[in-house]
């Protein structure tokens, strides 16, 4: 239900008379995991990487709105809560995403927003997390950050992902392209 409420408010932002004056992006991104998970007496960690892609909508210089989609490739003896290897799971989300420009060429944001999916037990989770962009031309950007992307207790046993990422983004349909 959550994920629902967060995909008609980034619609809602998408279509409305605000979007007129923005710009959109894409991003690549390579991620590296760190999969926990604990029970009250245990704790597993396990390590992996995968692949993202953000596509958003830059409202103004300071707020933009994205979509988010996601594959794991290899948590390698990872383990989901049931015991079971996880690999090759997917997951999506709706971010909110606030920043702010410190040089012409830097940038620092955070996000926040909503998850869901394999990787996650098919549950929503708030996701949140800090980045840095470093900006050499007006439509290529290379970027950088830390995202906290899902918590889950089940009880006795839970469930922590994290991941460092590091990628591209291209600017497009705004006005100074």
């Known amino acids: 239900m ?3 409420a967060a995909l008609l408010a980034a619609i809602a932002v998408l279509f409305s008379n605000v979007a007129a004056a923005g710009s959109y992006y894409v991003t690549a991104e390579k991620t590296e995991y760190k999969l926990t998970t604990y029970t009250t007496t245990t704790s597993n960690s ?3 990487d995968g692949n993202q892609v953000r596509f958003g909508f830059q409202a103004n210089e300071n ?3 994205e979509f988010l989609y ?3 490739d290899d948590l390698q003896a990872g383990l989901n809560t049931a015991g079971q290897t996880r690999e090759g799971e997917s997951y999506y989300g709706i971010l909110l995403r606030p920043g702010t420009q410190i040089k012409s060429w830097l940038r620092v944001n955070a996000t926040f927003g909503i998850v869901r999916g394999e990787l996650f037990e098919g549950s ?3 996701s ?3 980045g840095i962009e470093f900006m050499p031309s007006s439509v290529f950007s290379i970027i950088g950050g830390w995202t906290h992307l899902a918590e889950e207790d089940e ?3 839970g469930l922590r992902v994290e991941g460092l990422n590091v990628g591209v983004k291209f600017r ?3 006005e100074d392209d």
């Open 63 to 65: 707020f933009a709105v």
């Open 124 to 126: 929503d989770s708030f």
């Open 172 to 174: 497009f349909g705004g």
């Open 2 to 4: 959550k994920f629902k």
């Open 46 to 48: 396990s390590d992996g």
């Open 128 to 130: 949140w997390g800090v």
């Open 155 to 157: 009880g006795s046993t």
């Open 70 to 72: 996601g594959l794991d």
